[in-house]
């Protein structure tokens, strides 16, 4: 079993800028895809950003594309999504989550079979 982790959200301004982690836990996390996806009140959850397990390829939404920046840490089994430039709409709960596949990068839901709790990022306009 793989537990998850996110931490750094917290609250800022419009324009401002956050730095989520999500530290990994009891299973196999380096040769996996891992993922961000973000929940606003009354919203469905959305892809948000993927990195193939060796960091070197990263897929992003258009909303969020050149605001923030996935990465990974395999020899500390963490992940982070660097958020620049926020804006008000980013406001969402955000979770990290494993690739139910190892060769397969997804921006589905169903793509991704372990998650975290959540950590809440509001902006404020």
């Known amino acids: 079993q793989v537990q998850l982790v996110e931490s750094g959200g917290g609250l800022v301004q419009a324009g401002g800028s956050l730095r989520l982690s999500c530290a990994a836990s009891g299973g196999t996390f380096s040769t996996y895809p891992m993922g961000w996806f973000r929940q606003a009140p009354g919203k469905e959850r959305e892809f948000v950003a993927a990195v193939t397990w060796s960091g070197v390829s990263t897929y992003s939404a258009d909303s969020v594309k050149g605001r923030f920046t996935i990465s990974r840490d395999n020899a500390n089994n963490k992940m982070f999504l660097q958020l620049n430039n926020l804006k008000p709409e980013d406001t969402a709960v955000y979770y990290c989550?494993?690739?139910?596949?190892?060769?397969?990068?997804?921006?589905?839901?169903?793509?991704?079979?372990?998650w975290g709790q959540g950590t809440q990022v509001t902006v404020s306009s």
């Open positions: 989550a494993r690739s139910s596949s190892r060769n397969r990068v997804g921006s589905l839901r169903y793509d991704y079979d372990y």
